[in-house]
């Protein structure tokens, strides 16, 4: 991000506050006064009123309305008073504002950002890491059973037919899930608690593969360790 420029410089204040110094003078010469006599009336000292005229300082607003009042200036001293401490102000609100921006961006340097979520399940506990790049009938049925949901339940978290599900889990259906699904799968897996997350990569570890893939590839895979009983009662329900 662009620094925003200052308002005015800090040499362009100095500047200005000569030039009032200088248009003060003007006036108390224009009305036959010397310092002290315009330090008198004004309740100031006469260094203070020479430390103004030489633009050393400006003191406060009280000082040029008694100015302004002594020397018939028609308010031109204190407008031109007024306009300086605008022009001030707004210097002092840009450097805070450029310190508050450097300081959050020294923050944001120091914090590392956060990782992106992604579909990286890291389970501890079992020693397992998965990482679940296309879901397919073996991934959704170790899912299911890491949740302990029937397959209507199953079903329903997905917003998808019973039919859907039951398809996948008895391998009649060829295809992988629908992008739509993916998604869905993903976030249900997200939103698992722990215990699920390590139920489902151990389930994924030992759950044989398909013989072939929808491409007629052939797969490998380890002995399954979920049981006949609990796919026969999974199809029973579909149908």
Request: one cysteine or more.
């Amino acid at each position: 991000m662009d620094a925003v420029p200052e308002p005015v410089t800090p040499e362009q204040i100095r500047d200005l506050q000569k030039a009032l110094g200088r248009q003060l003078a003007h006036w108390r010469k224009a009305a036959g006064m010397t310092q002290t006599t315009l330090a008198k009336r004004t309740a100031y000292s006469r260094s203070s009123v020479a430390n103004v005229e030489i633009g050393r300082n400006t003191t406060i607003r009280g000082f040029w309305e008694r100015a302004d009042r002594e020397l018939r200036a028609q308010g031109s001293l204190v407008d031109a008073f007024d306009t300086l401490q605008e022009l001030i102000t707004m210097l002092r609100a840009h450097k805070a504002w450029v310190a508050e921006h450097e300081r959050l961006l020294r923050h944001q340097a120091a914090v590392p950002p956060k990782p992106l979520p992604s579909l990286l399940v890291t389970t501890p506990g079992c020693g397992c890491t998965v990482k679940v790049t296309r879901w397919r009938e073996r991934e959704v049925l170790a899912l299911r059973e890491a949740l302990r949901l029937s397959l209507g339940a199953f079903a329903e978290r997905l917003r998808v037919a019973l039919s859907i599900i039951a398809e996948w889990e008895d391998r009649r259906q060829h295809e992988p899930p629908s992008l739509a699904m993916q998604a869905a799968l993903d976030d249900l897996l997200k939103l698992a608690d722990q215990d699920a997350r390590t139920r489902f990569a151990r389930i994924l570890q030992v759950l044989p593969m398909r013989s072939t893939d929808h491409t007629g590839e052939p797969r490998t895979g380890r002995p399954a360790t979920v049981t006949a009983l609990q796919r026969s009662e999974g199809l029973q329900a579909a149908r």
